[in-house]
């Protein structure tokens, strides 16, 4: 199933030039796939399937072919090749760098073990997968004018507002379950400061709108923010010691 996915996301590179019908049933069936093989890798470890890298980028590149499915009619190819190349990427580097995870089955460590953590990682991930898609939509509101300019507009309001709303939740889930795992609510981590930091980025972003001349920096923001998105997700893992590293 898993492969299968792949392969379908794999002939989206040609199918999402061709008309809105053919491209929303392919990249539909590719989430099916996709979410088929997660549930049965669930069922498989007997807990979330959100365990570790592998896991972890195959569930964000989830999250962004949803939020491209969801806004499949708009007529972009900048939105949907930059919203689907991040999560296409995310999935074939799960795919080739992360490969020894897919062939073992690994049980969740203890401190996982919560409710709070299947509440807070997947909700993350949507809420990225929305910031994704306002930045898609930041590089679209660039080649287009007119009434494109203010569709763009409105994606990139949405992702800002619903992103920030998602992550908020998803830090009350945070600290509740670091307050199981690691007995308090709030650690000096360098994942939970770069949290805070996109959280307060996004919280500026939405608040643009109070203050008229400063409309104009929401796309170039959006830009930014996703630089920042990718510090928080990827390199507080990779390039930061943290005890948040997946």
Request: net charge positive; with cysteine; proline share 2%.
């Amino acid at each position: 199933l898993y492969w299968s996915s792949l392969l379908i996301y794999t002939s989206y590179w040609i199918v999402g030039f061709m008309g809105r019908g053919i491209r929303f049933y392919v990249l539909l069936g590719g989430i099916v796939l996709h979410t088929a093989s997660i549930t049965f890798r669930g069922i498989a470890i007997e807990y979330f399937p959100l365990t570790n890298k592998f896991e972890s980028f195959t569930g964000f590149a989830l999250a962004c072919f949803s939020v491209l499915l969801f806004y499949s009619r708009i007529e972009s190819y900048v939105y949907r090749i930059a919203t689907f190349s991040v999560g296409y990427i995310f999935f074939v580097v799960a795919s080739v760098c992360f490969s020894s995870y897919l062939m073992k089955v690994s049980y969740a460590p203890p401190l996982m073990l919560t409710i709070w953590y299947v509440l807070h990682v997947p909700i993350s991930f949507y809420c990225y997968a929305l910031w994704t898609s306002a930045f898609a939509a930041a590089m679209a509101r660039y080649f287009s004018g007119g009434e494109d300019k203010r569709r763009f507009e409105y994606i990139i309001d949405a992702g800002f507002q619903y992103g920030f709303i998602a992550f908020s939740i998803s830090m009350i889930f945070g600290g509740l379950w670091g307050y199981v795992a690691w007995g308090s609510y709030f650690l000096w981590d360098a994942k939970l400061l770069w949290s805070v930091i996109i959280w307060f980025f996004y919280a500026t972003c939405i608040h643009l709108d109070y203050w008229p001349a400063s409309r104009k920096y929401k796309t170039p923001l959006a830009i930014v923010g996703f630089v920042i998105l990718l510090t928080t997700y990827v390199g507080t893992s990779f390039l930061i010691k943290s005890s948040h590293s997946f």
